[in-house]
């Protein structure tokens, strides 16, 4: 008997929601790979906070641009980065489901 591990779109939101994660904070998700690769020296140097900010002027730009003046901020970019520049984790252990994207992956590399 095979169990399925796939999850649901609606439990990926429901999951997300429960990180603060919901809204407009949505199109921020891209963001975090960055972040990991800020990370990948085991420490956030200031420099690299300084390219990130950089970055994100351009990234709410673009997001403006195609879905409506004024939908994000700089600021709601910046705190929603801050919480993944406090403590090392990836994302997945972050929101709580690092344990069923290992399944997953274990099943794509079988």
Request: proline share 1%.
């Amino acid at each position: 008997m095979t169990t399925n591990s796939a999850i649901s779109r609606r439990e990926v939101l429901s999951i997300l929601e429960n990180c603060g994660i919901c809204g407009t904070s949505i199109f921020l998700i891209d963001l975090i790979p960055l972040i990991e690769m800020i990370w990948a020296d085991g420490k956030v140097q200031s420099s690299e906070i300084a390219i990130l900010n950089r970055f994100l002027q351009q990234h709410i730009k673009k997001i403006n641009m195609v879905w409506g003046d004024g939908l994000l901020d700089l600021n709601t970019a910046r705190d929603f980065c801050a919480r993944f520049l406090e403590i090392r984790k990836t994302f997945w252990e972050f929101i709580g489901i690092a344990d069923k994207v290992q399944l997953v992956e274990n099943k794509i590399s079988d």
